[in-house]
Protein backbone atom coordinates (compact mmCIF):
# COMPACT_ATOMS: atom_id res chain seq x y z
CA UNK A 1 0.00 0.00 0.00
CA UNK A 2 1.21 3.56 -0.75
CA UNK A 3 -0.44 6.19 1.56
CA UNK A 4 -2.21 8.27 -0.45
CA UNK A 5 -2.96 6.81 -3.49
CA UNK A 6 -5.77 4.22 -5.00
CA UNK A 7 -5.04 0.34 -4.35
CA UNK A 8 -6.77 0.10 -7.88
CA UNK A 9 -3.82 2.01 -9.46
CA UNK A 10 -1.02 -0.41 -7.84
CA UNK A 11 0.27 -3.41 -9.44
CA UNK A 12 3.21 -5.73 -8.67
CA UNK A 13 2.45 -7.69 -11.87
CA UNK A 14 4.89 -5.93 -14.98
CA UNK A 15 2.16 -7.49 -17.60
CA UNK A 16 -0.88 -5.65 -16.35
CA UNK A 17 1.31 -2.43 -17.22
CA UNK A 18 2.77 -3.69 -20.33
CA UNK A 19 -0.29 -4.76 -21.75
CA UNK A 20 -2.45 -1.68 -20.54
CA UNK A 21 -2.76 0.48 -23.95
CA UNK A 22 -3.90 3.46 -21.67
CA UNK A 23 -0.45 3.64 -20.15
CA UNK A 24 1.93 5.45 -22.88
CA UNK A 25 4.94 6.42 -20.22
CA UNK A 26 6.81 3.96 -18.26
CA UNK A 27 9.15 5.33 -15.13
CA UNK A 28 11.24 2.65 -14.38
CA UNK A 29 12.94 3.94 -10.94
CA UNK A 30 13.88 0.30 -10.12
CA UNK A 31 17.76 0.20 -10.11
CA UNK A 32 20.12 -2.62 -11.02
CA UNK A 33 20.76 -3.83 -14.08
CA UNK A 34 17.79 -6.72 -14.32
CA UNK A 35 14.88 -7.11 -14.49
CA UNK A 36 14.82 -3.42 -15.38
CA UNK A 37 16.46 -3.84 -18.53
CA UNK A 38 13.92 -6.36 -19.56
CA UNK A 39 11.05 -4.00 -18.32
CA UNK A 40 12.68 -1.03 -20.54
CA UNK A 41 13.46 -2.95 -23.72
CA UNK A 42 10.03 -4.70 -23.55
CA UNK A 43 8.14 -1.23 -23.26
CA UNK A 44 10.15 0.31 -26.01
CA UNK A 45 9.38 -2.79 -28.27
CA UNK A 46 5.56 -2.28 -28.36
CA UNK A 47 6.01 1.68 -28.33
CA UNK A 48 5.72 2.96 -24.98
CA UNK A 49 7.23 5.97 -24.05
CA UNK A 50 10.05 5.43 -20.99
CA UNK A 51 11.59 7.68 -18.49
CA UNK A 52 14.11 6.14 -16.04
CA UNK A 53 16.99 6.98 -13.55
CA UNK A 54 18.81 3.60 -13.78
CA UNK A 55 22.75 4.40 -14.53
CA UNK A 56 23.72 0.53 -14.13
CA UNK A 57 21.61 -0.32 -17.34
CA UNK A 58 22.19 2.47 -19.21
CA UNK A 59 26.15 2.09 -18.64
CA UNK A 60 26.35 -1.31 -19.87
CA UNK A 61 22.46 -1.42 -22.14
CA UNK A 62 22.73 2.01 -23.45
CA UNK A 63 23.36 1.87 -26.71
CA UNK A 64 21.11 -1.05 -27.78
CA UNK A 65 18.27 0.84 -25.69
CA UNK A 66 18.85 3.74 -27.67
CA UNK A 67 18.73 2.11 -30.69
CA UNK A 68 15.58 0.02 -30.19
CA UNK A 69 14.09 3.85 -29.10
CA UNK A 70 14.69 5.36 -32.00
CA UNK A 71 13.66 1.78 -34.00
CA UNK A 72 10.57 1.98 -32.82
CA UNK A 73 9.79 5.93 -32.58
CA UNK A 74 9.80 5.95 -28.77
CA UNK A 75 11.34 8.42 -25.77
CA UNK A 76 13.90 7.24 -23.94
CA UNK A 77 14.93 10.08 -20.98
CA UNK A 78 17.50 9.74 -18.28
CA UNK A 79 18.89 12.87 -17.15
CA UNK A 80 18.21 11.60 -13.56
CA UNK A 81 20.38 8.89 -14.16
CA UNK A 82 23.81 10.95 -14.14
CA UNK A 83 24.47 13.62 -11.60
CA UNK A 84 21.08 13.94 -10.35
CA UNK A 85 19.49 17.33 -10.53
CA UNK A 86 22.38 18.71 -12.88
CA UNK A 87 20.98 18.95 -15.98
CA UNK A 88 23.64 17.84 -18.43
CA UNK A 89 22.63 14.44 -20.31
CA UNK A 90 20.10 17.21 -22.19
CA UNK A 91 23.22 19.72 -23.02
CA UNK A 92 25.27 16.82 -24.27
CA UNK A 93 22.76 16.10 -26.73
CA UNK A 94 21.40 19.38 -27.81
CA UNK A 95 22.59 22.64 -26.54
CA UNK A 96 26.30 21.62 -27.00
CA UNK A 97 26.01 19.07 -30.16
CA UNK A 98 27.49 22.04 -31.84
CA UNK A 99 30.90 21.89 -30.17
CA UNK A 100 33.40 19.29 -31.06
CA UNK A 101 33.66 18.26 -27.85
CA UNK A 102 36.98 16.62 -26.39
CA UNK A 103 37.16 16.48 -22.54
CA UNK A 104 34.75 15.77 -19.74
CA UNK A 105 35.70 15.51 -16.16
CA UNK A 106 33.05 14.69 -13.23
CA UNK A 107 34.28 15.59 -9.69
CA UNK A 108 32.54 13.29 -7.29
CA UNK A 109 32.71 13.66 -3.25
CA UNK A 110 30.11 11.10 -2.10
CA UNK A 111 31.18 8.04 -0.57
CA UNK A 112 31.94 5.96 -4.00
CA UNK A 113 35.50 4.63 -2.67
CA UNK A 114 35.71 2.13 -5.73
CA UNK A 115 34.66 4.65 -8.27
CA UNK A 116 31.96 2.31 -9.62
CA UNK A 117 29.03 4.91 -9.28
CA UNK A 118 31.98 7.42 -11.40
CA UNK A 119 32.67 5.19 -13.54
CA UNK A 120 28.67 4.24 -14.97
CA UNK A 121 28.24 8.37 -15.10
CA UNK A 122 31.56 8.53 -17.31
CA UNK A 123 30.65 6.15 -19.40
CA UNK A 124 27.12 7.30 -20.54
CA UNK A 125 28.61 10.76 -20.79
CA UNK A 126 31.79 9.61 -22.82
CA UNK A 127 29.08 7.66 -25.25
CA UNK A 128 26.95 10.81 -25.66
CA UNK A 129 29.32 13.28 -26.03
CA UNK A 130 31.60 10.76 -28.58
CA UNK A 131 28.80 9.43 -30.48
CA UNK A 132 30.45 6.25 -29.68
CA UNK A 133 29.83 2.87 -28.20
CA UNK A 134 31.67 3.01 -24.54
CA UNK A 135 30.14 0.64 -21.59
CA UNK A 136 30.75 0.26 -18.28
CA UNK A 137 33.77 -2.28 -18.61
CA UNK A 138 35.31 -0.24 -20.89
CA UNK A 139 36.16 2.13 -17.96
CA UNK A 140 39.63 1.86 -15.76
CA UNK A 141 39.25 2.42 -12.80
CA UNK A 142 40.80 2.97 -9.11
CA UNK A 143 39.87 3.83 -6.07
CA UNK A 144 40.41 6.85 -3.48
CA UNK A 145 41.62 3.65 -0.67
CA UNK A 146 45.04 4.11 -0.92
CA UNK A 147 44.92 8.04 -0.33
CA UNK A 148 46.83 8.81 2.90
CA UNK A 149 46.77 12.39 4.76
CA UNK A 150 50.61 12.80 4.01
CA UNK A 151 48.70 13.02 -0.10
CA UNK A 152 46.30 15.42 0.98
CA UNK A 153 49.20 17.70 3.19
CA UNK A 154 51.47 17.77 0.72
CA UNK A 155 49.35 18.21 -2.57
CA UNK A 156 48.16 21.12 -0.60
CA UNK A 157 52.06 22.58 -0.14
CA UNK A 158 52.29 22.23 -4.19
CA UNK A 159 48.61 23.96 -5.03
CA UNK A 160 46.61 21.20 -5.59
CA UNK A 161 43.54 19.20 -4.29
CA UNK A 162 43.24 15.98 -4.17
CA UNK A 163 39.56 14.65 -6.16
CA UNK A 164 38.09 11.37 -7.21
CA UNK A 165 37.83 12.26 -10.80
CA UNK A 166 36.07 10.77 -14.23
CA UNK A 167 37.72 12.04 -17.34
CA UNK A 168 36.98 10.99 -20.94
CA UNK A 169 38.74 12.47 -23.63
CA UNK A 170 38.99 11.86 -27.68
CA UNK A 171 42.72 12.05 -28.81
CA UNK A 172 43.10 11.38 -32.11
CA UNK A 173 39.81 9.53 -32.59
CA UNK A 174 40.76 7.32 -29.57
CA UNK A 175 38.77 7.41 -26.02
CA UNK A 176 40.42 7.54 -23.00
CA UNK A 177 37.88 7.07 -19.95
CA UNK A 178 38.93 6.39 -16.26
CA UNK A 179 37.97 7.07 -12.92
CA UNK A 180 40.69 7.47 -10.07
CA UNK A 181 41.88 9.94 -7.71
CA UNK A 182 43.82 13.01 -9.52
CA UNK A 183 45.31 16.20 -7.77
CA UNK A 184 43.30 19.15 -9.26
CA UNK A 185 44.70 22.73 -9.10
CA UNK A 186 43.45 25.02 -6.36
CA UNK A 187 42.20 27.72 -9.03
CA UNK A 188 40.12 24.90 -10.78
CA UNK A 189 36.61 25.34 -10.73
CA UNK A 190 36.30 21.39 -9.96
CA UNK A 191 38.77 21.88 -6.71
CA UNK A 192 35.70 23.52 -4.84
CA UNK A 193 33.39 21.07 -5.17
CA UNK A 194 32.26 19.29 -2.01
CA UNK A 195 29.57 17.18 -0.02
CA UNK A 196 26.66 15.91 -1.66
CA UNK A 197 27.89 18.51 -4.59
CA UNK A 198 28.79 17.13 -8.06
CA UNK A 199 30.22 19.00 -11.19
CA UNK A 200 30.84 18.37 -14.70
CA UNK A 201 33.26 19.95 -16.61
CA UNK A 202 33.10 19.83 -20.15
CA UNK A 203 35.74 21.34 -22.85
CA UNK A 204 34.97 21.77 -26.64
CA UNK A 205 36.53 23.31 -29.68
CA UNK A 206 33.88 26.13 -30.30
CA UNK A 207 32.60 26.23 -26.59
CA UNK A 208 35.37 25.90 -24.89
CA UNK A 209 35.06 25.54 -21.23
CA UNK A 210 32.06 25.00 -19.30
CA UNK A 211 30.62 23.53 -16.14
CA UNK A 212 27.95 21.98 -14.95
CA UNK A 213 27.66 22.01 -10.51
CA UNK A 214 24.91 21.26 -8.46
CA UNK A 215 23.04 18.55 -6.18
CA UNK A 216 24.15 15.34 -7.46
CA UNK A 217 22.01 12.71 -5.51
CA UNK A 218 19.44 12.48 -3.24
CA UNK A 219 15.44 11.91 -3.86
CA UNK A 220 14.59 15.31 -4.16
CA UNK A 221 17.15 15.86 -7.31
CA UNK A 222 16.69 12.47 -8.39
CA UNK A 223 12.63 13.50 -8.45
CA UNK A 224 13.21 17.01 -10.40
CA UNK A 225 15.12 15.42 -12.63
CA UNK A 226 12.46 12.70 -13.40
CA UNK A 227 9.56 15.55 -13.47
CA UNK A 228 11.77 17.22 -15.61
CA UNK A 229 12.52 14.36 -18.42
CA UNK A 230 8.36 13.66 -17.91
CA UNK A 231 7.05 16.46 -19.28
CA UNK A 232 9.32 16.12 -21.89
CA UNK A 233 7.75 13.02 -22.80
CA UNK A 234 4.33 14.42 -22.26
CA UNK A 235 4.95 17.63 -24.26
CA UNK A 236 6.40 15.37 -27.76
CA UNK A 237 3.84 12.89 -26.62
CA UNK A 238 0.86 15.43 -27.53
CA UNK A 239 2.78 16.89 -30.47
CA UNK A 240 3.19 13.46 -32.01
CA UNK A 241 6.97 13.97 -32.01
CA UNK A 242 8.68 11.13 -29.92
CA UNK A 243 11.78 9.27 -31.14
CA UNK A 244 14.40 11.61 -31.15
CA UNK A 245 16.59 10.66 -28.57
CA UNK A 246 19.89 12.22 -29.79
CA UNK A 247 22.55 9.74 -28.17
CA UNK A 248 22.83 6.85 -30.76
CA UNK A 249 26.25 6.25 -31.60
CA UNK A 250 27.45 6.53 -34.91
CA UNK A 251 31.62 6.93 -34.82
CA UNK A 252 33.08 3.59 -33.80
CA UNK A 253 36.15 4.96 -31.47
CA UNK A 254 38.22 2.37 -29.78
CA UNK A 255 38.71 3.02 -26.21
CA UNK A 256 42.45 3.05 -25.29
CA UNK A 257 44.13 0.95 -22.52
CA UNK A 258 45.17 2.56 -19.90
CA UNK A 259 49.02 2.32 -20.69
CA UNK A 260 48.80 4.23 -24.11
CA UNK A 261 47.44 7.18 -22.30
CA UNK A 262 49.03 9.79 -20.85
CA UNK A 263 49.12 11.66 -17.67
CA UNK A 264 51.27 14.27 -15.28
CA UNK A 265 52.08 12.20 -11.88
CA UNK A 266 52.43 13.00 -7.84
CA UNK A 267 54.91 10.23 -6.93
CA UNK A 268 56.24 10.46 -2.89
CA UNK A 269 59.60 8.27 -2.36
CA UNK A 270 61.06 7.39 0.98
CA UNK A 271 64.78 7.05 0.06
CA UNK A 272 68.74 6.41 2.02
CA UNK A 273 69.32 9.91 3.06
CA UNK A 274 73.13 9.44 0.82
CA UNK A 275 74.73 12.20 -1.16
CA UNK A 276 73.67 11.42 -4.39
CA UNK A 277 70.21 9.34 -4.14
CA UNK A 278 67.77 12.25 -5.58
CA UNK A 279 70.22 12.74 -8.61
CA UNK A 280 70.49 8.67 -9.24
CA UNK A 281 66.48 8.52 -8.94
CA UNK A 282 65.94 11.67 -11.25
CA UNK A 283 68.60 10.07 -13.59
CA UNK A 284 66.78 7.02 -13.59
CA UNK A 285 62.69 8.62 -14.57
CA UNK A 286 64.77 10.26 -17.17
CA UNK A 287 66.67 7.62 -18.86
CA UNK A 288 62.77 6.36 -19.15
CA UNK A 289 61.62 9.49 -20.90
CA UNK A 290 59.84 10.51 -17.55
CA UNK A 291 60.79 14.38 -16.84
CA UNK A 292 60.48 15.78 -13.52
CA UNK A 293 58.15 19.30 -13.08
CA UNK A 294 58.83 19.61 -9.53
CA UNK A 295 60.48 18.03 -6.73
CA UNK A 296 61.20 18.34 -3.23
CA UNK A 297 63.38 17.06 -0.44
CA UNK A 298 61.72 16.92 2.49
CA UNK A 299 63.77 16.58 6.12
CA UNK A 300 65.63 13.18 6.72
CA UNK A 301 64.58 11.18 9.82
CA UNK A 302 66.48 7.88 10.95
CA UNK A 303 68.40 7.95 7.33
CA UNK A 304 65.39 8.22 5.59
CA UNK A 305 64.52 11.41 3.00
CA UNK A 306 61.17 11.73 1.72
CA UNK A 307 61.16 13.01 -1.96
CA UNK A 308 57.64 14.43 -3.31
CA UNK A 309 57.99 14.88 -6.99
CA UNK A 310 55.91 16.18 -9.84
CA UNK A 311 56.69 14.33 -13.58
CA UNK A 312 55.66 16.56 -16.36
CA UNK A 313 53.32 14.61 -19.05
CA UNK A 314 54.40 10.92 -19.67
CA UNK A 315 52.80 8.62 -21.26
CA UNK A 316 51.49 5.38 -18.54
CA UNK A 317 54.02 2.89 -19.85
CA UNK A 318 56.72 4.39 -19.47
CA UNK A 319 56.33 5.44 -16.10
CA UNK A 320 55.56 2.02 -14.99
CA UNK A 321 58.72 1.07 -16.50
CA UNK A 322 60.74 3.98 -14.76
CA UNK A 323 58.61 3.12 -11.44
CA UNK A 324 59.45 -0.61 -11.69
CA UNK A 325 63.61 0.38 -12.38
CA UNK A 326 63.24 2.81 -9.41
CA UNK A 327 61.76 0.15 -6.86
CA UNK A 328 65.14 -2.09 -7.28
CA UNK A 329 67.32 0.73 -6.60
CA UNK A 330 69.18 -0.02 -3.30
CA UNK A 331 68.63 3.76 -2.21
CA UNK A 332 64.50 2.99 -2.33
CA UNK A 333 63.18 2.46 1.06
CA UNK A 334 59.49 2.61 -0.52
CA UNK A 335 57.12 4.26 -2.51
CA UNK A 336 54.51 5.60 -0.51
CA UNK A 337 52.45 7.53 -2.80
CA UNK A 338 51.78 7.52 -6.98
CA UNK A 339 48.60 9.75 -7.74
CA UNK A 340 47.45 11.41 -11.00
CA UNK A 341 47.84 14.90 -11.57
CA UNK A 342 44.84 16.67 -13.79
CA UNK A 343 45.63 18.89 -17.11
CA UNK A 344 48.46 18.68 -19.12
Keep these: ERPGIPKEVLTDNWKEILEDDEIQLVIELMGGVEPARTYIVEALEIG ?31 EAAVAGAIPIIRPLKQSLAGSMLT ?31 VTFKDVYMEGITKITSDDIRYAKEF ?64 ASAVMGDIIIVMRNIVHDNCGWNGGVAYKNYPVKPIEETRSRYFLRLQVANKPG ?68
Excluded: W
Design 48 to 78: KQVVTANKDVLAEYGQEILTLAENNGCDIQF
Design 159 to 222: GYVIKLLGVTKLVNNEIEVKVHPMLIPEQHPLATVRDSFNAVFVHGEACDDAMFMGRGAGKMPT
Design 277 to 344: ALANIAGVLGNNDVSIAQVVQKRARDGVAELVVITDSVLERHFNDALMIVKGMSVLREVSGIIRVYGD
Design 103 to 133: EIAEADPTADVEGYDAGRKIAIMSSLAFNSK
